[in-house]
């Protein structure tokens, strides 16, 4: 297994939508194991594709930090959201920001697991936070994008001077 670099904002990738997985070889399990390894070398709850240079919809997560206790979730779709809950967000490609960020308390999701089986899970406070942030990742979204106007002004405006 393998760290791979996390991209960092404003790289092009993390504004692309990635295309679903249409197979799962002996690359694709390496990939996601060295994503599950870079999102522990990294303190990450969460990690999708995008963020380590690659355009598949791969998420993987962990909402308590326990090796073992990984999530991976291929080709995921939200299939129904339920309340709304106000929390604490940060992000791997977009560091030293964090920020509160209103989002769905509740989820149902599909997709496949590593061995390629259908799943179905439902999930609710971080673990359903952490989805809907990796998922955005997939479709190009940074947590920063869904800050209310004038707060996404000056995060976008800190970290251009910041990172160019
Ligand atoms: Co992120």
Redesign the pocket.
């Known amino acids: 297994m393998a760290v791979i670099e996390v991209v960092k904002y404003p790289a092009p990738i993390l504004r692309q939508k990635a295309k679903p997985l249409t197979s799962l070889t002996e690359a694709e399990n390496i990939l996601i194991k060295d994503m599950i390894e870079t999102m522990y070398f990294n303190n990450g709850v969460?990690?999708?594709a995008t963020?380590v240079g690659i355009d598949r919809r791969i998420i993987v997560l962990n909402d308590t930090q326990k090796k073992g206790d990984e999530l991976v979730i291929i080709n995921p779709k939200i299939v129904h959201v339920g309340g709304r809950v106000t929390g604490q967000e940060g992000?791997?490609?977009?560091p030293g920001v964090s920020r509160e960020l209103r989002r769905a308390n509740a989820l149902r999701i599909e997709g496949l697991n590593m061995e390629g089986k259908e799943i179905r899970l439902d999930v609710k406070g971080l673990t359903a936070r952490i989805i809907q942030?990796?998922i955005d990742?997939l479709d190009g979204i940074?947590?920063v994008d869904r800050l209310p106007f004038f707060q996404r002004r000056k995060v976008l405006a800190e970290l251009k001077k910041r990172c160019g």
Do not use: D
């Open positions: 969460g990690l999708a963020q992000c791997l490609s977009v942030h990796e990742h940074l947590f």
